[in-house]
């Protein structure tokens, strides 16, 4: 997600070229285009780092969703299947949480006196 489509995204928003998006909530085409950059290139890049997992794939959840459901909700499957792949690896990443091995996994053992909702939201 990051290299493919958040960092193509990335760099055309600070390009300052003009920005033609899917604006599904209302918010404008630019703040639509800001929020899935956001989701692909940083929250990508955090996943990749293990940190803030499930934050993270929360908002790449909401991206795919969209993508899927509403901005091709008309094509064809093949078109919505990568979308579709994405979105059900980021509901298990949120449901799993960080690996062993992640940033977070050393900053909860850094700090092990968190209640345990706020480990979760951010694991």
Not at 71 to 81: I, R
Not at 82 to 103: A, D, H, N, Q, R
Request: glycine share 8%.
């Amino acid at each position: 997600m990051f290299l493919g489509h958040g960092l193509g995204k990335f760099q055309k928003l600070i390009s300052g070229a003009e920005i033609k998006f899917l604006d599904p909530f209302g918010l404008g085409a630019t703040t639509s285009f800001s929020l899935a950059v956001f989701s692909e290139f940083f929250a990508s890049s955090l996943i990749i780092f293990g940190l803030f997992t499930r934050f993270s794939s929360l908002t790449l959840i909401v991206t795919m969703a969209v993508a899927a459901f509403i901005a091709h909700s008309d094509d064809p499957f093949g078109t919505k299947e990568k979308s579709l792949l994405f979105l059900v690896s980021y509901i298990l990443l949120f449901l799993t949480g960080p690996g062993k091995y992640s940033l977070q996994t050393l900053i909860n053992k850094k700090f092990n006196k968190f209640n345990e909702w706020i480990k979760f939201i951010l694991g």
